[in-house]
């Protein structure tokens, strides 16, 4: 896999979400032009993109801003069963401390931090625009 991309509102709040999670900036910049247009299969695209990456650089997300075209608006607070891509789990050394991190961040907790048998402990955090990130700890 290349990359997740997830389109935002608020392209600052997203990235300062995800370097608390320990996710690495790699870059930010404008992407318009009659060739995104193709790509993205919409007229007169204008937007703005970060890319994060983890620190071992096996996986990344592009996190968009569109300011144009105007989007339909859809649920920001959609519950975790709701169809689409839902969630994007991290794996974390401390779930704690991850949790208190994104708290101070403005993120909440969707359910609790639960234990997973003897393997795991896992929580739902929402985060801006409504993005549900799963934590999990793995547990020695």
Avoid at 49 to 60: E, K, S
Avoid at 74 to 89: D, F, M, Q, V, Y
Avoid at 97 to 105: D, M
Wanted: proline share 4%; net charge negative.
């Amino acid at each position: 896999m290349e990359h997740v991309g997830i389109v935002v509102d608020d392209l600052a709040a997203a990235v300062e979400f995800f370097v608390e999670l320990g996710l690495v900036r790699q870059g930010e910049g404008p992407v318009e032009g009659r060739w995104v247009d193709r790509v993205v299969g919409l007229e007169g695209v204008r937007a703005d993109i970060a890319m994060v990456q983890t620190p071992d650089g096996n996986a990344r997300l592009e996190l968009t801003k569109y300011h144009s075209p105007s989007s339909q608006r859809s649920e920001c607070n959609a519950p975790a069963n709701t169809p689409g891509i839902r969630h994007i789990a991290f794996a974390v050394d401390d779930i704690d401390a991850a949790v208190a991190g994104l708290r101070a961040r403005g993120a909440e907790l969707v359910g609790e931090v639960e234990r997973y048998e003897d393997s795991w402990r896992l929580c739902y955090v929402r985060g801006p625009e409504g993005i549900i990130v799963e934590l999990a700890e793995r547990l020695k």
